[in-house]
Structures are given as C-alpha cells and as structure tokens.
C-alpha cells in the first residue's frame, strides 16, 4: 500500500510535508475502508466469554514494535476490555510479528498492519495508542497522536530534551486528551510501600534520598554505512525521523540506536533515571517541582530541593552486577533509597522491602510481584482513559521528573554545578546550560510546529 503520508525525501519543503499531514485523517479514513473481515464472528466480539461488549471496548492501534513494544503488548492483550485493531511498524519483520501476536490472541486474522502511523492516527475507530518506538520518535509520535484525538500510552523516556517534554506535556493539555509515561514502577506494590513509609512520617523526617542510574555515556560515531533496503522492508528516512540525517545500519533499526547523541536522550541517563529518579520525586512529595541545584562528581550526582532533601545519583557501572556500598544486592535492578530521621528503607525489582534495624521487626518485608511488571500499570491507564481520570504516571509527572533527569545528566556533561528554577524552567545565569534546553530537529519532523 502506498503510504498516506508520503515520506518526505531531502528535497521535501516544510509546507509541502504540513499539507500532507493537515490532511492525512481524510485520506487515512479512506483507506480504513479496506479492512479485511474475519469469515465469522468471535464470541469475544458480541461479549461473550468474560469479554466487554464492543460499546464498552477500548480500541488501540500499536505504534513500534521492539522488544519492549512486544512485553508491553504481551501484558495488555489479556484485557477483557481491551480491542487491538492495529500495528505500526517501519520495519516489516516486526510488523508482522506484532500482527501474529494480536491474531494468535484474538483468535482471528482482523488485525492490520502499516508502515505509516498516520494510517492509525487517521483511523477514526482507533481510541489510543500505545508508543514503543526508540526514544527519539515518543514526543513527535505521542503530540501526534493526541492532536488527532488518540488517547497515549509512551514508553519512557518521553522525550529527547527539556523542550521536548514540555511540548508533549502541553500538547496533551491542549487537546485534552489520557496521557500516561511508562514508567510503570510507579503501579508496583513494593515501590509505592516504600514511598508510603517516606511520606507517611514512618521513617521520621526525610532527608536523603539515593537513585541508581547508568553512568552517562554517549557516542557521535556513525556505524559503518550499508546498502538501504527497500522502504517496504525498512523505511530508513521515517525510522531516522527528527533526528539527523546519517547512513543506513541494520542495527541501528533492531536496537543499537542506544548510546548515540541522536537517538538517545540525557547521555542514557533516562534509562533508569526515568524510573529511579522519578520514584524519589513521588517520596519527596515533589511531582510538582524538582531539585534547585545539581552538582556531579566521580560517584554520581548530588541535587537538592527546596525544602532541603538531598537527592544523590548513584552511578552503578553494572546495573545488574556490581552495586553501590550503600545497596543491597537483593533488591533487584532500579534500587532506591529512602532515608529518615527514625529510618531507611531501600527496594528494587524483585519486590523486596529492605529495613534499616529501627523499623525491620514492624513493617513489611517482601512483596512478590516484581517491580518491572507493566500489566498494571496499563490497567490504570485503561480505566482513566474510560474516567478521564490523570494516570499515575500522567504528563504532569513525566514533565518534572523528566526535566530534573536531564538537568542532572547536564551537571555531568558540563563538569560543574548548575542552579535551575523550577518555575520558570530556565537555568539561572547560565546561557550555555539553557542552550541545551533544545535541540534542532530534522525538517519536516518538528515537534514545534
């Protein structure tokens, strides 16, 4: 099929690139007349065998199919009220891996496959989507999708930069649609156990608090260049996106993005930071705002807020092997910290509580979900997208914790200490801080536009 929105090649004006997206949802909804038609009818689909009738569904389209996309796909199926109708890919393995899943799921052959996620944004029974692609597309893919009225579950990190996440957060508002970040440690029992003795007054005054994060690294290497494929196969310019130009690679597209300043927001910082930094804001009480200062040194990054807390960034070389002294190598990947006048508590993913000795006799001790699961974390976003309620990880959330990773992050990359204003977003008095603020993105993929 040709794509509605014909990708642009280098010569493509800006305006030639707006009209085709001004008019993508005409064309697309055209298009969506041709959808195939199962020889017969599920139970499922008149509301049988536990599932919702079709007037109580919630009908989602994919957008990336990754291996996280697959994870995140493989726990949201199950959702009785749940219709996956559509998947998107620029690479066609993985688009009709995606289809197959969905298929084998519901049991039928209905679900259709694009290369242009205009296609799904274009399709008027489509009521959200779920984003998966590598990191530079979420903000463009996810202000897309609710302009064109789509409801958005994006993997983390949901933005290249400050500016792009605060374009997302307001683009959300604007169109007024369900937003929730992927950071889904935030709907795990252990996490919010651990945030609730902090909050609560258990632990006595909270003062510090410790994050694990990836050393921040980054290359500006291209790999080596190789012959590009056919755009049916793999649509190397959409992949590319917003970001730079550069030669075609295969690993690239199947997942070595990771690590290169293009694709790759905070220097990889997000990885982790997204979550770990994200869980010390909601300890803190601090969805709302996020540390004055941030400073870097050998060992990780030190931020402080207003009200005090010391935020501390604890680099671990070997996210899954060696940890920090002050870790404890039972919590799992992703350990945070939390620390009090009577106490401390630590958790990481595989659930377990960790006590300092004031507290380990009263409170509990294990939790047997892991931290990592998503299944409920997509749940919540389902129910909001029915009650219009904010997820727990909506773009209010995502926005500050995102903007103090990348201020953190900034503090490392520049070498010194750095003060931001969490008010009016900015650095203070410092010019070389707030140019990194944004970056240019490649015509005609802006996000500002």
């Not at 020889?39 to 007037?55: K, M």
């Not at 795990?188 to 994060?213: C, D, E, K, P, W």
């Not at 997942?255 to 994200?278: I, K």
Request: hydrophobic share 35%; proline share 6%; aromatic share 10%.
């Amino acid at each position: 099929m040709k794509p509605l929105n014909p990708t642009p090649n280098h010569q493509t004006s800006p305006r030639q690139s707006k009209i085709s997206r001004r008019n993508f949802m005409k064309h697309a909804l055209a298009a969506g007349s041709a959808v195939a038609v199962p020889a017969f009818i599920p139970a499922r689909a008149l509301g049988r065998d536990g599932a919702a009738a079709p007037s109580e569904r919630i009908v989602v389209g994919v957008i990336g199919h990754g291996p996280r996309g697959r994870y995140d796909l493989s726990v949201m199926l199950p959702e009785k009220d749940v219709q996956f109708v559509a998947v998107c890919d620029v690479l066609r393995e993985r688009r009709e891996q995606a289809k197959a899943m969905v298929d084998t799921h519901y049991g039928n052959q209905a679900c259709v496959m694009y290369r242009d996620m205009f296609e799904i944004y274009g399709r008027s029974d489509i009521d959200a989507v779920l984003i998966a692609t590598g990191e530079h597309w979420h903000t463009l893919a996810s202000i897309l999708a609710v302009k064109a009225g789509k409801d958005v579950y994006s993997e983390k990190p949901c933005g290249m930069t400050m500016g792009e996440v605060q374009a997302l957060d307001e683009a959300v508002h604007r169109y007024g649609r369900v937003f929730q970040a992927g950071t889904q440690r935030r709907s795990q029992a252990n996490f919010q156990y651990a945030v609730h003795l902090a909050q609560s007054g258990i632990l006595g005054r909270l003062h510090t608090m410790h994050a694990s994060v990836y050393v921040p690294k980054r290359t500006y290497d291209w790999l080596p260049a190789q012959p590009e494929p056919s755009p049916e196969e793999c649509d190397w310019d959409r992949w590319l996106g917003p970001s730079p130009w550069r030669p075609y690679n295969r690993q690239y597209v199947t997942g070595g993005w990771r690590g290169h300043y293009d694709f790759e927001g905070a220097a990889n910082f997000l990885d982790w930071g997204a979550h770990t930094l994200d869980l010390c804001q909601w300890a803190n009480q601090s969805d709302h705002t996020m540390p004055l200062e941030y400073e870097a040194n050998d060992s990780g990054i030190v931020g402080q807020y207003a009200n005090g807390v010391k935020l501390i960034c604890d680099f671990l070389p070997d996210p899954f092997g060696n940890r920090a002294p002050q870790y404890k190598t039972s919590t799992g990947t992703c350990p945070v910290r939390f620390i009090g006048d009577e106490g401390w508590v630590e958790t990481g993913d595989n659930g377990e509580i960790v006590l300092s000795e004031s507290l380990a006799r009263t409170q509990q001790r294990r939790f047997e979900k892991p931290g990592t699961s998503a299944a409920g974390h997509g749940r919540n976003f389902f129910d909001c997208v029915k009650s219009r309620a904010l997820p727990v990880c909506n773009q209010n959330i995502m926005r500050t914790s995102h903007t103090a990773c990348f201020a953190a992050e900034l503090s490392w990359e520049l070498g010194r200490k750095i003060t931001f204003d969490p008010v009016a977003e900015r650095f203070v008095n410092d010019a070389e801080a707030n140019r990194r603020i944004n970056r240019a993105t490649r015509a005609p993929w802006s996000f500002y536009v």
